[in-house]
């Protein structure tokens, strides 16, 4: 907020929530002209013959009607690949973001809190201020594993309504321990949201648990998988949940084209999933070639980035972006997460572009 003060800055001092005043706005850094490593994104462009059949398609999409506001072959098509049993459905959301501001909306009675560990996605701790709810945060373990313990006395104290896990956690990278997280789930005495953002990279999944547990939803997005552009996420889970959650959704909330785009690329769903296993392959290629740089610390991850920790995390960071290498900067984000940088894995090319600036800001950092 300006320090000039004006009519319009009284207002909004008088008017606006004093939370809300003290946030800072996500920050999205200008890419341009870098090799764009820091938003987790795929960097394989789909294949020319796909791209035609979705130009085609576009072509004589309706845009000029609302889409169908239930998306209803779009979910058909997400049950299918995902394997989703009988009982349980999903709803689908600009994006996970909106997913996440809509269960706060649904269980925000007064003084109730959303728990999640730290460090963990940003967004659960701003939603949670953006809809007036109570927020804990539980620190992880050192080595970024779920601090069990400390997280089921938070569970007993705090009495959470909803409690958010990223699996795999962003921006550690790692996938917690299952029979932990099935711990939580039982001792929760709300929803347990199980956010398996990056689960084309991981092992391992909660979809199959649904019917397991009643108070467990999972909710995942289509943006690492090649969709970032579309803004696609959904939940899934019982009936059940999704019958009041949809009374929140707002209307026509995914558009006709995203609707359109993301049922032509589940038609070949095949493709995004050889994508994701290139990507694996490059994420076991990036983790070696950092773990022979003695000056790096890179940790294990089951995502499509990798976190590591270098001495003066900030200088090095604007020492890629110079090179024309944009990564994540975390340092100061957490105390956890002290000269901590997160690097998306690219293309062999990019991800040796970035080695090599790495590299040489390492090499003229210790010569002084």
Request: charged share 20%; aromatic share 8%.
């Amino acid at each position: 907020m300006s320090s000039i003060l004006t009519p319009a800055s009284f207002l909004v001092s008088a008017l606006f929530r004093r939370e809300v005043l003290d946030l800072h706005a996500y920050h999205v850094p200008d890419s341009s002209g870098c090799i764009k490593l820091d938003a987790m994104e795929n960097p394989y462009p789909l294949p020319q013959t796909l791209r035609v059949e979705i130009a085609d398609a576009v072509a004589s999409a309706a845009i000029n009607r609302y889409p169908d506001p239930r998306a209803a072959r779009l979910r058909e098509k997400i049950r299918a690949v995902t394997g989703l049993r009988d009982g349980m459905d999903v709803m689908l959301g600009n994006g996970s973001d909106e997913l996440i501001q809509l269960l706060a909306m649904a269980v925000n009675k007064p003084g109730a809190a959303l728990l999640s560990v730290e460090p963990s996605f940003v967004m659960y701790k701003m939603i949670a201020t953006f809809t007036g709810m109570r927020y804990v945060g539980v620190p992880l373990a050192a080595d970024y594993s779920l601090d069990l313990p400390s997280t089921l006395a938070a569970i007993e104290r705090e009495q959470p309504a909803l409690v958010f896990l990223a699996y795999p956690n962003n921006p550690t990278g790692n996938l917690f321990a299952a029979d932990a997280v099935m711990r939580v789930i039982e001792a929760a005495p709300g929803l347990v949201v199980v956010d398996e953002a990056y689960h084309a990279f991981a092992r391992d999944s909660f979809l199959p648990h649904l019917a397991r547990y009643p108070n467990l939803l999972v909710m995942r997005t289509f943006s690492k998988l090649g969709m970032a552009g579309l803004r696609l996420g959904f939940l899934a889970g019982s009936t059940v949940w999704l019958e009041q959650l949809e009374k929140l959704r707002l209307p026509y909330n995914v558009g006709v084209l995203p609707q359109l785009v993301a049922e032509k690329l589940l038609d070949h769903h095949e493709v995004l999933l050889q994508q994701a296993e290139q990507i694996k392959r490059d994420r076991t290629g990036l983790h070696q070639q950092l773990s022979e740089i003695s000056a790096v610390r890179v940790y294990p991850s089951e995502a499509n980035f990798l976190l590591f920790s270098v001495d003066d995390a900030t200088a090095v960071f604007n020492g890629l972006k110079q090179r024309g290498v944009l990564i994540k900067n975390l340092n100061g984000g957490h105390p956890m997460l002290k000269d901590c940088l997160r690097v998306t894995v690219g293309t062999p090319d990019q991800n040796n572009k970035f080695i090599d600036a790495l590299k040489e800001i390492i090499t003229q950092s210790a010569r002084g």
